[in-house]
């Protein structure tokens, strides 16, 4: 063999060598644990011996004091920054807009996952009042808040879902069972795992497979499952009150929006609740991080939720994710973004996100108040008792669906926990429709009355109809409460009653 051939054959091996161990480096290898705990272990405590820094980390959510500009960890009433129960940045006609529906009562921002199971049974959304002990809301509200899920479905079957909520207080810890390391992983080795059967049921109906998943879809997926828009089923041949996931139709508002025009009870159009005001049938949206984020700008480069809010630690040369799921903006030098964003200080990132959020929230104001006014327009219009136009109740028809559409686009941005960062351009454009939807509401309210309402939805909104600042179950037990605002005189008043529940406890 000739030097030349043999210089050919050396340089062809160090390659394949090279080459090799390049791969060897570039492939991610999940580490197996055998953790000797026994499967569905709900309890997070037993997980602290075996991986004392994910733990440890997972501890933090504890945390319910600290603040970004926008958002955080305390649950401050969000309609409310008029008093220490509230925040600077308050949306203040939210109970307003669901005003007929229990959101009504009470909505607080999250504090973090471990306080889930607490603040839901805290919560006045859930009845605590009625004597015979129920909470007037499906089982199916437990979904998102323990794992405890699993063992209840299979014990009950689809029978689960329309157990009443209060069923099921006495049956567990509620400071260890919350949202912990079984909603995620497979207790005994630690692998992925779904433990969310509408998110199973989605990836079914729609062919595909978790176990064939990138690990970059599953870290997302794990997130996918409960922080998300969904509802509770009630068209014919499904099984009543099931959590379900809007998806079929693809992840953007107007196709969610669409899929919920045959769900109903009927095979008609789904309805959350009837407002109590305009009579209008309402959605109601949940919390879509998953399907704002996946349509944005870091979804779709590949960044994960993980990425952002699980970031990488060190500890004692020890590398492992934080399990701390907040916001990265607690962090003074931003640490998670700069992974990506080296060549950024901290300082640039910060000023980034809260601008980014900073117009978001000033729009969502706008669309909120448009949505009221809308509203109004409608309640007017119905109770009108002058001339009518020929077409009134074609226009009128039409007028619901605009507010009805005009509120649903502007809470998907409202109930979604980024305040546009996630999405940023998704944000805006949402909210834009939102408020195109509503103004056309009112056009149309105008023409069906022959513009005869005019005085009633001309003007400064917080004048026409100021926010309602407070009301609750305890309130609508008293009639003389009611007389407080006119939109809440619509609202029936209740028997008086005792509370009868303190969190998982029973007192009367």
């Not at 004048?463 to 609750?472: A, C, N």
Request: proline fraction near 5%; glycine fraction near 6%; aromatic fraction near 12%.
């Amino acid at each position: 063999m000739n030097s030349t051939r043999l210089t050919m054959l050396g340089a062809a091996l160090a390659c394949a060598m090279m080459s090799a161990g390049c791969d060897d480096t570039h492939v991610v290898k999940t580490p197996v644990f055998q953790t000797g705990l026994a499967a569905f272990t709900n309890q997070a405590s037993p997980f602290e011996k075996a991986f004392p820094r994910q733990y440890a980390s997972y501890r933090q959510n504890d945390e319910s004091t600290v603040m970004t500009e926008y958002n955080g960890s305390r649950n401050y009433q969000k309609h409310n920054d008029f008093n220490d129960k509230g925040w600077k940045h308050a949306q203040p006609y939210l109970k307003n807009l669901w005003l007929g529906y229990a959101f009504a009562y009470e909505y607080n921002a999250a504090r973090g996952h471990t306080h889930a199971v607490e603040d839901i049974l805290e919560i006045d959304r859930i009845n605590r009042f009625n004597p015979q002990g129920k909470g007037n809301q499906p089982a199916s509200c437990w979904n998102c808040k323990t794992p405890n899920m699993v063992q209840w479905v299979q014990k009950d079957g689809d029978k689960f879902w329309s157990r009443d909520f209060n069923e099921l207080r006495e049956n567990f810890n509620v400071t260890e069972e919350s949202i912990s390391c079984s909603t995620c992983h497979d207790t005994t080795n630690m692998e992925m795992k779904l433990y969310s059967i509408p998110l199973q049921d989605y990836l079914k109906r729609t062919g595909q497979d978790f176990d064939k998943m990138s690990r970059n879809e599953k870290r997302a997926l794990m997130c996918g499952q409960c922080h998300v828009e969904y509802y509770f089923a009630k068209a014919p041949g499904t099984v009543p009150n099931k959590v379900t996931f809007p998806w079929d139709n693809g992840f953007d508002v107007e196709q969610v929006y669409e899929y919920y025009k045959d769900k109903g009870a009927d095979n008609g159009p789904f309805v959350d609740f009837v407002h109590a005001v305009s009579g209008v049938k309402v959605l109601k949206a949940q919390h879509p991080e998953y399907e704002t984020w996946k349509t944005g700008p870091h979804g779709t480069a590949g960044v994960t939720c993980a990425d952002c809010h699980m970031p990488y630690q060190r500890e004692d040369g020890k590398k492992f994710s934080s399990h701390w799921w907040t916001s990265p903006l607690k962090d003074a030098e931003l640490r998670a973004c700069r992974k990506c964003h080296a060549d950024k200080t901290p300082e640039y990132l910060r000023g980034r996100v809260l601008d980014t959020q900073k117009k978001t929230f000033a729009q969502l104001l706008k669309a909120q108040e448009a949505s009221v006014r809308a509203h109004e327009a409608v309640r007017l219009a119905n109770e009108f008792t002058g001339e009518k136009n020929m077409d009134y109740d074609k226009l009128m028809a039409e007028a619901r669906e605009m507010t009805r559409k005009g509120q649903f686009f502007w809470d998907m941005v409202s109930a979604e926990n980024g305040i546009g960062f996630h999405n940023p351009t998704r944000g805006l454009e949402t909210l834009m429709r939102s408020m195109e939807y509503s103004q056309k509401a009112v056009e149309l309210c105008l023409a069906a009355t022959n513009g005869a309402i005019i005085e009633g939805v001309a003007g400064d909104i917080y004048k026409l109809v100021p926010p309602i600042r407070e009301f609750s179950r305890e309130m609508q037990m008293d009639p003389e409460a009611l007389k407080s605002h006119k939109w809440l005189s619509y609202m029936k008043p209740v028997p008086k009653t005792e509370k009868v529940w303190d969190l998982n406890k029973r007192i009367k």
